[in-house]
């Protein structure tokens, strides 16, 4: 019986298999692999000469303390005077640590050196443990399982070359990357496994033949052992086969580099295996001159005795050494899933072939981290250092005699979204030099290359765009007077390049100068913690500014007609933050509205321990009768890096100046507190509560009345002071939880009108259970949306759907207290929220795909995202990858199992995803193979009313809107999904039209389905047009929609609305 999580302990006849490319046969340089993702063993390096600082330190243990960010690590730097790693910036291939000059450092391997493991960063540990099913590593990114045998010795049947004979076959490895699994199965019954260290040695799966396995993070490597010529004449050499199997992949033979390739439904490459190889004993082991030989433990035949022990000290299970023989093997690929790998019949048979023979279908992980180009073998890929001894640890350049090889050397380095837009203060590129051919130093370059994968070879070349950099050195020659060393080279202008350009990898070569003459001939380290590595010093900008208030008057308006002050001294304040935490001062600017010449203010003020700044207060003299003033400010780090300019760049606050009429009143309130971008800033009574607000006339004797009104400038309330000039207290309901807006004017005894005070502020939701799409707890569906600059706002709802002034929607609680989410964290993300998804609190949550994976972000039911607390969605096997998906629609639960589902498009396909719990879908039910690329959905809901739920979508090339009606499901408690899958499911059978004309995407940019939004039962649709950027609510109908009315321009009152880049 097979067993979760491991291999299984049975054989059989039919395994799973997937569709296969059509089969080729090829006898040289073709790809064999038991497909997996795989990256050598790290090996630890005595650290010998050079300079120590460059040797990268091992994996820390994160403990059970709180991760430290960056902004906190940069604290406590400032604070000792020493580097101070930033801990929740852990990768498996990266660490970032803040200086106490204000800069980050980050170090970024070109392999993986620890692991995440039950939450916990952990370096690699592929050491061996019986777990259920078999054996699995200890610490490594990708689960693994080796068999742990099936009983049984010698088979007694084999399957001939041409397949008459049905193989029993046993699962040999179970693998886990990228989401998806891949099986591997042997052609019979397997041993149990004597287990050292990261191997597994099934001894005798054939007479005289050994199958050895070990482990490596992110996948493991394969050898038949063949002990003697008797054994090499076992019919399982004439074509030894395996089995693969993976829900989701096709597995391909590249013709010109011979790399067996697994790839998704999208075509893209998750697993990959460089050329198989075999080779004998005859070689010596590789040492470094001055050091002494090990003992020869891999000439003549082996026997019986002790030979468990011999073979995993055998010097070639290690690969080919110097002067081995060694042969590519052929293999064929068949539409059944079996791998056939052909030994090379010469190599078996030759009288100078040195027993055992080793048979190496080899394997590469998902990691791009290096490739080794080998001009011997044009058309073979050696990716990863697959197939060449301690090649597989080391990379070399330059030209060899012993074998009269040319070898070229490209590494690969992560660049994540952190180093994007940042100013590199220095950048390096280091490298441990194990070997030269002397220690008289000789040239080689350092190479900024094109991306690299495992097609590439020496025939088939990245391109060589400009050397970087160059070192000359002998290091690694003898131990004693050129022992190894690590090497440091300058790579800044790439790095910079890099940032700029946003870029995913930066792929660097190195080359000898001389490729001809081998006193050039170099070797390096490549893998585990002393692969090479880019140390990059950066700054990253600093965040716009918020909280921007003036004192008196309107804080920041943005609406025209715009509140006026009046002959009253002006504060202006505002808050900053750095993301690296190097915040040092803001830069307040103020002047006469289109003439920014004459500036009344243009300073920098140093921020206080919590990133606010205070202006000095400018005498009301200053500032003309009649005139408007703009305000804008921005951000300047200790590096001088400044932000864009708040409120948004473009667009500053303004404020009127009218000596002659009353002074806006001012506007205080308890209940109510001002809005100022921190959690103090809630009211304190909830929404449906009232609250108490005191209106005063700011100095002026003559007030008569006080005139407001909520969230738009009718101005129909009127409240009555008891004398001229006086304070008028009273209670009022706002009318939505969330951000609100209170105009507020005063009139004087003979009718004069004072400009209006906007007073902002938040009302606390009720503490009842959010309805569908209602973030702010007042039970109107609001609107999310993502601005140009990544940022996520929230725009509330209203009892009549009109949408008014938003609100940023995310924030980190990354240690300790909330800070906002930088620029650009939403930039690219696909955003949906409809249904109580984490953890079941009834609030709201948000469904997003960031960075390409797919993520729940809990809401706190107060509008608000904490991005901290983010988990991580899973989607099931066959599923396709998340960074594949182009959209994706939260409905609730549609199917009535009580869990909430999702709607996604992934190119021409549509998904249902169902059932969703703790991280992940019960369910994934691709409904269409094609048909989907021009469609968009646009809402899942009761449209027609008789209670099962239906489905809008929109067509591209005609235009249109269609309904297609669901079914009710068999036990009458949720909608049947495969209704909604295709027309001819559906209750009617046919789409009909639901919108007739001129809804494509070039007239409207954005269109979104929404819980019933205006009250009257109905879902409708919140669509935002191409040309204008204003926002219009259509009403939904049982048939087809309402006459659409506008809800939000860039030009309504009291709204920072600007035209976002997507809406959900």
């Not at 046969?25 to 993702?37: D, G, Q, S």
Request: net charge negative; charged share 25%.
């Amino acid at each position: 019986m097979e067993k979760a999580g491991g291999v299984s302990g049975s054989t059989s006849e039919n395994p799973p298999r997937r569709r296969f490319a059509r089969p080729r046969r090829r006898t040289t340089a073709i790809v064999a692999a038991l497909l997996a993702t795989a990256v050598a063993v790290p090996l630890a390096v005595r650290h010998v000469g050079g300079d120590d600082a460059s040797a990268p330190p091992r994996a820390a243990r994160e403990g059970g303390t709180a991760p430290v960010d960056a902004a906190e690590a940069a604290r406590r730097a400032k604070e000792t005077g020493k580097d101070v790693e930033a801990t929740a910036e852990r990768t498996a291939d990266s660490t970032t640590w803040a200086r106490p000059d204000g800069l980050l450092r980050t170090r970024i391997h070109s392999d993986t050196f620890r692991a995440k493991v039950d939450g916990e960063w952990k370096a690699i540990d592929t050491t061996l443990e019986k777990v259920e099913g078999g054996f699995a590593p200890r610490a490594v990114n990708d689960p693994l399982v080796f068999g742990g045998g099936t009983g049984g010795g010698p088979r007694t049947q084999l399957a001939t070359a041409d397949g008459d004979a049905s193989p029993e076959w046993s699962e040999l490895v179970r693998l886990t990357t990228g989401g998806h699994e891949i099986t591997v199965h042997w052609p019979g019954p397997l041993p149990e496994p004597v287990i050292d260290g990261p191997r597994a040695l099934y001894e005798d799966v054939r007479p005289g033949i050994d199958l050895l396995l070990t482990a490596r993070d992110s996948g493991y490597s394969h050898l038949l052992v063949v002990h003697d010529r008797e054994a090499a004449d076992d019919p399982l050499l004439k074509e030894v086969r395996y089995r693969l199997a993976s829900p989701g992949l096709d597995f391909r033979l590249d013709p010109e580099s011979g790399v067996l390739r697994a790839l998704d439904a999208d075509g893209e490459e998750l697993a990959a295996a460089p050329t198989p190889y075999a080779w004998d004993s005859a070689g010596k082991p590789a040492v470094t001159i001055g050091e002494e030989e090990t003992a020869d433990t891999g000439g003549g035949e082996t026997g019986e005795t002790g030979r468990k022990a011999g073979t995993l000290a055998l010097p070639g299970a290690a690969g080919p050494q110097p002067g081995s023989h060694d042969a590519v093997l052929g293999t064929e690929l068949g539409d059944d899933g079996v791998l056939t790998v052909v030994p090379d019949r010469e190599l078996l048979t030759s009288e100078e072939t040195v027993y055992p023979v080793f048979v190496d279908p080899s394997i590469k992980g998902r990691k791009k981290n290096w490739t080794l180009l080998y001009k011997p073998y044009p058309n073979s890929s050696f990716w990863n250092g697959q197939n060449f001894n301690d090649g597989t640890n080391e990379a070399r350049v330059g030209y060899e005699a012993t074998t009269g090889g040319l070898s070229r050397s490209v590494f690969a380095f992560e660049h994540p979204s952190t180093l994007h837009g940042a100013a590199i203060r220095s950048a390096h590129f280091r490298t441990l030099q194990t070997y030269s051919w002397g220690c008289t130093a000789r040239k080689y370059n350092l190479w900024l290359t094109s991306a690299i994968s495992s097609s590439h070879t020496w025939s088939r070349q990245p391109s060589w765009s400009r050397v970087l950099s160059s070192a000359s050195t002998g290091h690694g020659y003898k131990s004693s007077s050129c022992p190894d060393s690590w090497v440091k080279m300058d790579i800044k202008s790439a790095a910079q390049d890099a940032a700029d350009g946003k870029w995913n990898t930066i792929a660097l070569g190195l080359r000898a100068a001389s490729e001809t003459d081998t006193n050039y001939w170099k070797k390096f380290r490549a893998n585990g913690e002393n692969s090479p590595y880019i140390e990059i010093v950066y700054n990253r900008k600093p965040n716009q500014p918020t909280a921007q208030t003036m004192t008196p008057g309107p804080d920041c308006d943005l609406t025209s007609p715009y509140s006026a002050v009046g002959k009253s001294d002006l504060t202006f304040r505002a808050r900053g933050s750095d993301p690296d935490g190097n915040l040092r001062d803001l830069h307040f600017r103020v002047w006469p509205t289109g003439d920014g010449t004459n500036k009344i203010l243009d300073s920098y003020i140093p921020v206080d321990s919590n990133g606010y700044a205070n202006t000095d207060p400018i005498p009301w003299e200053r500032f003309s009768d009649g005139t408007t003033y703009s305000w804008d400010v921005r951000s300047r780090d200790t590096e001088g890096a400044v932000s864009y300019y708040a409120p948004d760049g473009n667009k500053p606050c303004y404020f009127t100046v009218d000596h002659e009429a009353p002074a806006s009143p001012t506007v205080t309130s308890t209940d109510f507190p001002p809005a100022d971008g921190t959690d103090g800033s809630w009211s304190k009574v909830r929404f449906g509560t009232g609250g108490t607000v005191t209106f005063g006339a700011d100095g002026e004797s003559d007030v008569k009345k006080y005139e407001y009104s909520f969230n738009w400038t009718g101005f129909g309330s009127t409240a009555t002071p008891s004398a001229l000039g006086g304070d008028v207290t009273l209670t009022v309901k706002p009318p939505q939880a969330g951000p609100n807006i209170l105009y507020v004017r005063s009139v004087d005894s003979v009718g004069n009108v004072s400009r209006q005070t906007a007073y902002r502020f938040y009302v606390t939701p009720r503490a009842d259970l959010d309805a569908p799409g209602d973030t702010t707890g007042d039970g109107y569906p609001d609107l999310l949306a993502v601005t140009d600059t990544g940022r996520l706002k929230a725009y509330p709802g209203s009892p009549s759907g009109d949408l008014h002034s938003g609100m940023d929607a995310s924030y980190s609680t990354s240690g300790g207290n909330p800070k906002p989410t930088p620029d650009g964290y939403w930039t690219d993300a696909l955003i949906t929220h409809h249904g109580d998804w984490f953890p079941g609190d009834g609030i709201q949550d948000l469904v997003a795909r960031v960075d390409g994976e797919l993520y729940v972000y809990p809401g706190d039911g107060y509008s608000g995202f904490d991005v901290t607390r983010r988990q991580k969605i899973l989607l099931p096997p066959g599923a396709p990858a998340p960074d594949q998906l182009t959209q994706i629609l939260s409905v609730g639960d549609v199917d009535g199992d009580g869990h909430p589902d999702l709607f996604a498009n992934a190119g021409p396909q549509l998904w249902i995803f169902t059932g969703y719990s703790g991280g992940s879908f019960a369910g994934a039910h691709r409904m269409t193979h094609s048909a989907w690329d021009d469609r968009d959905l646009v809402l899942v809901d009761d449209v027609t009313g008789d209670g099962t739920a239906d489905l809008i979508f929109r067509t591209h090339d005609t235009g249109r809107l269609y309904l297609r009606e669901g079914k009710p499901d068999a036990d009458g408690t949720g909608t049947d999904i495969l209704s909604l899958g295709l027309a001819s499911t559906s209750l009617t059978g046919t789409d009909e039209i639901y919108g007739q004309s001129a809804w494509e995407p070039e007239n409207v940019s954005h269109l979104i389905g929404t819980p019933d939004a205006d009250g009257d039962g109905t879902p409708d649709l919140w669509v935002m047009f191409a040309a204008s950027g204003n926002v219009y609510l259509y009403p939904g109908g049982a048939t087809t929609h309402g006459a659409p009315r506008k809800v939000i321009t860039e030009e309504s009152e009291g709204t920072d609305w600007t035209r976002p880049v997507s809406i959900g």
